[in-house]
């Protein structure tokens, strides 16, 4: 099966790796569903939405807090190295559902953040948007032009991904010869919708995972495998081409 994956490798000239919380798994962060998953120890509705903000921001910002010092701790794994390293080598896209930032912090260039940024703020009134550095208080900042609660700069459930982003994650997804799904349970909409794009633009799908998803039936290339011990691998045969 590796034989075919490489030849249709070979031959691509733009790759996206759609990229899900599996994908830092081996940085130390936790996933959301499956063993050990956050889903299972907290009930998103309290915490990621903006009716718990609403509800109780202290106790949502605290929560964000914990997380962005995991983040903070944990670096980058060769998973999301080897997909960096490919831009010597390809045209490469990162579409990812993380708002962890260890793409960036891979150095990949070309990276849309479907889900936002633990490390951003936006205003609950106004339309100010801010940083969060390494400092962590207890209750969300204040904004600087209103006054208002400050909340994270990430999608909630209920809420839409900015149009922008999402034109730009369709337009990646429609112009690869080739999309690499990594890490991700395809379980949440419009992320899990992004493969039929480029299924339906005559791309081949890769998807490395060591679970099935709902859609693994329409990939063409199933490694079950974690992304550190895939993609490495995967973007040799990369390399060994540009020799
Ligand atoms: P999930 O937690 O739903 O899925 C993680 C996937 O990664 C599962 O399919 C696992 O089998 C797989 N996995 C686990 N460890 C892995 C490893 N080391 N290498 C490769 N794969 C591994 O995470 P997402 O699909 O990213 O949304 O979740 C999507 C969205 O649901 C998140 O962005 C978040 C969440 O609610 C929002 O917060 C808006
Ligand atoms: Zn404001």
């Known amino acids: 099966m590796i034989d075919t994956l490489e030849d249709t490798l070979k031959r691509a000239e733009k790759l996206v790796f759609l990229t899900g919380a599996g994908i830092s798994q081996e940085s130390g962060i936790s996933t959301f569903r499956g063993n050990g998953g956050l889903w299972q120890k907290y009930d998103p509705m309290k ?69 936002g940024n633990i490390f951003t703020t936006k205003c609950t ?47 990646h997804s429609i112009s690869c010869d080739v999309m690499i799904i990594v890490g991700t349970s395809l379980a949440v909409s419009p992320a899990n919708k992004l493969h039929s794009y480029a299924k339906n633009n005559k791309a081949t799908l890769v998807e490395i995972n060591p679970e099935n998803t709902p859609f693994s039936y329409k990939i ?15 973007i040799s045969i990369f390399e060994s081409l540009s020799k």
């Open 47 to 115: 915490l990621a939405s903006a009716q718990a903000f609403r509800d109780d921001p202290r106790l949502v910002w605290r929560w964000y807090n914990d997380r962005r010092r995991k983040i903070l701790a944990a670096k980058p794994n060769l998973g999301h190295m080897a997909i960096a390293n490919l831009q010597d080598h390809r045209q490469v896209s990162v579409v990812t559902q993380n708002i962890d930032g260890l793409h960036h912090r891979a150095e990949s260039r070309e990276v849309t953040e479907l889900h």
């Open 125 to 171: 009134k106004c339309n100010f948007r801010g940083k969060i550095r390494d400092e962590f208080f207890d209750l969300p900042p204040s904004c600087e032009k209103c006054g208002s609660y400050l909340r994270p700069d990430v999608v909630w459930f209920g809420e839409g991904i900015n149009r922008e982003v999402w034109n730009q994650a369709v337009m």
């Open 220 to 234: 063409d290339f199933s490694i079950k495998k974690t992304a550190v011990d895939a993609l490495p691998r995967l």
